[in-house]
């Protein structure tokens, strides 16, 4: 599976520079992006957050801001201040959502706005606190996406927050719903369809569902090539998995 092309977007909650430098020369070749999270960003020294959004560049990842600012930008009406500091800080995409608040302007306004800025977009499909999304749900997310997508957007990710229990796809036990994963993979495109997967049981449970090209997120740097050993059947929880087996030679007979 050497040529899958890269199919992870670990996050960055708060490391340090030289954490991030060190996860992108070790692994930056398997990532689809970077999602600078959450708010950390913004307290943290300015020259560090540009030392990291610089770095990820530098080995050709995408740097992504994550969509909770967003949402705090879009409801203090200060969209436009925001997309402004995204673009200074050097990332180049940012990520909208409607995950705690409602947003005032139409999916087109927001990616016209961000393009004036050279910035893409991506959507995040889902609430933060509502627990996990019914068959109803999925098909107002669906629509929603295709409406962001009509605008502009590149990709739609689903939510499941850091801990992929209660929310999204997973059950308060942690247990994926694939049936409803199914629903927006057979809606989308599997290259603009990214799953947050933030725990081992999540991720392993996509992998397992949808095989090897399924986009993650929400990925923690230092489980980046658990995932990705996962991925290409070389972890050992992976070996009997059909959709995982490494394509090697023909298995050898069992001898007892």
Known sequence: MADLAPAIVPFDPGYSPATVESHLAQSGHLMAGLKISMASWLIANEEQTRRKVF???????????????????????????????CARTGLQRVECAE????????????????????????????????????????????????????????????????????????TADGELNATLAERFAEAFPPEVLLFE???????FALLRHFGPQVVLGNVRLEEVLRVE?????????????????????????HVS
């Open 55 to 85: 770095a990820a560049q530098a080995f050709g990842v995408c740097p992504i801001a994550g969509g909770s600012l967003f949402e705090v930008a879009s409801y203090h009406d200060a969209l436009e201040d925001y997309l402004d500091l």
């Open 99 to 170: 995950g705690f608040t409602e947003l005032a302007r139409t999916p087109r306004e927001v990616v016209a706005a961000a393009e004036e800025r050279g910035l893409q977009v991506q959507f995040e499909l889902g609430r933060k606190h509502d627990g996990p999304m019914t068959a109803r749900q999925v098909q107002e997310l669906i629509d929603q996406g295709q409406d962001w997508l009509d605008a502009g957007a590149v990709m739609l990710v689903i939510e499941a927050r850091e801990s992929a229990s209660d929310v999204g796809l997973f």
């Open 197 to 203: 997967a933030p725990t081992k049981a999540s991720q």
């Open 229 to 253: 050993i996962y991925r290409r059947g070389l972890h050992s929880d992976a070996f009997t998995e059909p959709r995982l087996r490494f394509p090697g030679r023909a298995a050898r007979p």
